[in-house]
């Protein structure tokens, strides 16, 4: 049960993408520096040796443009950098490059639901900065926290982000955390970023106050250090709870940034928040201005793929749930495996209920990717085929699906190993195994045939043995039938 504040909350959300560049934003350097050795995948640029000038790397541009007109947002055909001056161990240069008043687009919005109530959130503006490395505190056992002194690792610097900042119309944490979980799925859409909390390829920033009695905004606590969109929902639940509880007891909130502490499940203060005056921005003048033309605008525009919310509208074509089209577009790759399959001729429905349930368990047992399961569209249409086709039961297609996925075997031989073959066991055939069955159970056969199954418990214990003995392959009507028939 979530905390219910007595006072209107009111959150405004900075989100710091990762942007997928092969480079850093001013330099050759890799963006990959996970795992590396520290202070391997840097440069005099990303060190900021005297002397050295930067130079904007166009996929950044392109890729932050692109983020931008997925929020609805208008590319500036003009904008620059500036310096934004702090002092902190990580920030090689003292200042990091960042974009401030213009700004490489503008306005925009991002459409939610949460508490199954539709909400807009405006986007006030995205920009581009550079990332600042990271401080260790390795200990001798080699945990990288924990010792008492810091080093720093300057690998992530230079890193291009794409800092999205929402306008404070968010009005709930159950609505940051949706907002957040959209946004992610858009830059995954827009192959932006791999948005992913846990390794810091995106993070939030919350700014939340609650409203006084009159209407006017209160004071805003800047709450960071939110590692997953749980982690986010829950820091900002804390915080509204403590915020209420400072104001009832005739307290004051200050204005300053609190750490989200997920293990202890608190906030606390780091620092006082700076304003923009405390950060002296001053423009890049090593930098040349970033200007897009109208062409490059039009070729954005066109290169844009199908974006969620588009695709979600048309799955509801699918005769699918709300839920069931929610679940089968969180992923681009989700979606597109299962529009393959529909394609190869699986009835959309059931191959819907297939993916959502079947493919996602069996994902979830291997901790893989849609991207690495081994089961080809086609071969679960033709498995849903047979299914529906009666051809097979269920639960032999789901050990069929779960076979095949784990090993690479082609579906003939998957088949094999259940036991199971395709078509159904009717008729003569089925008429054998059902003497079959009542010849080895004679008590039984007696004691229905003498009246004595009242509850008729007998008669479906071995209308169980033939389904068994058939994994399923026979029909439920008819075998009733024929054991009644045999049973008089
Ligand atoms: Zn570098």
């Given amino acids: 049960m979530s905390y219910v504040s007595s006072r209107p909350v009111v959150i405004g959300l900075e989100v710091h993408i990762q942007l997928n ?59 620059n950098f500036h310096r934004k001056n702090y002092f902190y161990p990580d920030l090689a240069k003292a200042y990091q490059i960042t974009q401030y008043g213009l700004t490489i687009t503008v306005g925009g919005y991002l459409d939610i639901e949460a508490d199954g109530k539709p909400k807009r959130v405006r986007i006030h503006h995205l920009h581009l900065e550079e990332d600042a490395g990271k401080l260790v505190h390795p200990t001798a056992d080699g945990r990288l926290t924990g010792a008492s002194y810091s080093l720093v690792d300057y690998n992530r610097g230079g890193v291009p982000l794409s800092e999205i900042v929402s306008e404070p119309d968010i009005s709930s944490p159950a609505e940051a955390k949706e907002y957040v979980a959209r946004l992610r799925q858009l830059a995954r859409y827009l192959d932006v970023s791999d948005g992913e909390m846990e390794s810091g390829s995106l993070r939030v920033d919350a700014n939340i106050s609650l409203s006084n009695p009159g209407g006017s905004l209160g004071t805003r606590v800047e709450i960071k250090n939110m590692n997953s969109l749980k982690a986010l929902e829950r820091a900002l639940e804390y915080e509204t709870e403590r915020q209420n509880k400072v104001l009832d007891s005739g307290g004051r909130i ?43 605008i039009e070729e954005f525009k066109k290169s844009m793929p199908e974006l969620p919310w588009e695709k979600r509208a048309r799955f509801a074509g699918y005769g699918l749930s709300k839920e069931e089209t929610a679940i089968l577009t969180e992923r681009k790759e989700l979606a597109e495996y299962y529009e393959a399959v529909v394609s190869f001729g699986a009835p959309p429905a059931r191959a819907a209920n297939w993916v959502r349930m079947d493919v996602l368990r069996v994902l979830n047992e291997l901790s893989r990717d849609i991207r690495e399961f081994k089961v080809k569209p086609e071969t679960l249409a033709e498995l849903v085929k047979y299914v529906e086709a009666k051809e097979l039961s269920g639960t032999v297609g789901k050990e069929i699906l779960d076979i095949l996925a784990r090993e690479d075997v082609p579906f003939d031989e998957a088949l094999k190993r259940t036991g199971a073959r395709t078509g159904r066991l009717t008729g003569g055939a089925l008429e054998t195994l059902i003497d079959r069955i009542m010849s080895a159970n004679p008590d039984l056969v007696e004691a229905i045939k003498s009246g004595r199954d009242k509850k008729g418990g007998k008669l479906k214990f071995l209308q169980g043995q033939v389904m068994k003995e058939t994994k399923g392959q026979a029909d439920p009507r008819e075998t009733a039938s024929l054991l009644s028939e045999k049973l008089v």
Avoid: H
Avoid at 23 to 32: E, I
Avoid at 269 to 291: G, H, W
């Fill in 254 to 296: 200050v204005q300053e940034t609190r750490l989200w502490d997920d293990a202890e499940s608190v906030t606390r203060s780091m620092r006082n928040k700076e304003t923009a005056s405390d950060y002296r921005y001053y423009p890049e003048m090593d930098l040349a201005p970033i200007v897009i033309t109208d062409e490059q």
């Fill in 21 to 79: 560049t092969r480079s850093k934003l001013f330099c050759p350097c890799s963006t990959d520096y996970i795992g590396k050795t520290p202070n391997t995948n840097v440069c005099p640029i990303c060190l900021a040796v005297p002397g050295t000038l930067p130079l904007v790397n166009d996929s950044a541009v392109a890729l932050g443009s692109r983020m931008g007109l997925g929020l609805r947002g208008e590319i500036q055909k003009y904008s």
